[in-house]
């Protein structure tokens, strides 16, 4: 093997160290730079989708927190009119009942009214009746003709001390 022969090592470390110069300059010149420019690039692309990102999140969390607000005001509006409908329905309940127990009132003074009118009615006609039945029966007792005044006084305090 030649390489290991040291009599042509000489020149094989001359390659060396031009190749190893060639290569250090290649490396340090282009490529390593292109490869630093595209890791830059790359860097500030990703800083860039970062703060995107936390500018995006910024903007959401800001729309969420606008939508809850929105959601808990329209919430208590909703609470707020459920609240004035039952109120309003509680109020207009309690009014008509109050219009239904004054017409019932009214009703019932009336029908009292008429009640005490019949009773009235019913007793007036009773003591007619009455007399004409005790006139009828005590001419049928007596055979001959009874003192319509008598029997009304008699028929009165009969219906007096009943009454």
């Given at each position: 093997?030649?390489?290991?022969?040291?009599?042509?090592?000489?020149?094989q470390?001359?390659?060396?160290?031009?190749?190893?110069?060639?290569?250090?300059?290649?490396?340090?010149?282009?490529?390593?730079?292109?490869?630093?420019?595209?890791?830059?690039?790359?860097?500030?692309?990703?800083?860039?989708?970062?703060?995107?990102?936390?500018?995006?999140?910024?903007?959401?969390?800001?729309?969420?927190?606008?939508y809850?607000?929105?959601?808990?005001?329209?919430?208590?509006?909703?609470?707020?009119?459920?609240?004035?409908?039952?109120?309003?329905?509680?109020?207009?309940?309690?009014?008509?009942?109050?219009?239904?127990?004054?017409?019932?009132?009214?009703?019932?003074?009336?029908?009292?009214?008429?009640?005490?009118?019949?009773?009235?009615?019913?007793?007036?006609?009773?003591?007619?009746?009455?007399?004409?039945?005790?006139?009828g029966?005590?001419?049928?007792?007596?055979?001959?003709?009874?003192?319509?005044?008598?029997?009304?006084?008699?028929?009165?305090?009969?219906?007096?001390?009943?009454?």
């Amino acid at each position: 093997m030649p390489q290991f022969d040291p009599a042509v090592w000489s020149p094989q470390l001359v390659w060396l160290a031009i190749t190893f110069v060639v290569m250090y300059l290649l490396m340090s010149r282009v490529a390593l730079p292109r490869i630093g420019h595209i890791l830059e690039e790359r860097e500030t692309r990703i800083a860039r989708n970062l703060e995107k990102a936390e500018s995006l999140k910024k903007q959401a969390d800001e729309a969420v927190a606008a939508y809850e607000q929105r959601m808990a005001d329209a919430r208590a509006r909703a609470q707020e009119a459920l609240r004035q409908a039952r109120d309003d329905a509680a109020e207009d309940a309690a009014r008509r009942h109050a219009e239904l127990s004054e017409r019932l009132s009214e009703r019932i003074s009336a029908g009292e009214a008429r009640i005490a009118e019949a009773e009235r009615e019913a007793i007036a006609s009773i003591r007619d009746i009455a007399i004409d039945v005790a006139a009828g029966a005590a001419q049928k007792l007596l055979g001959g003709r009874v003192d319509r005044k008598g029997v009304t006084a008699a028929t009165d305090a009969a219906l007096g001390e009943a009454g």
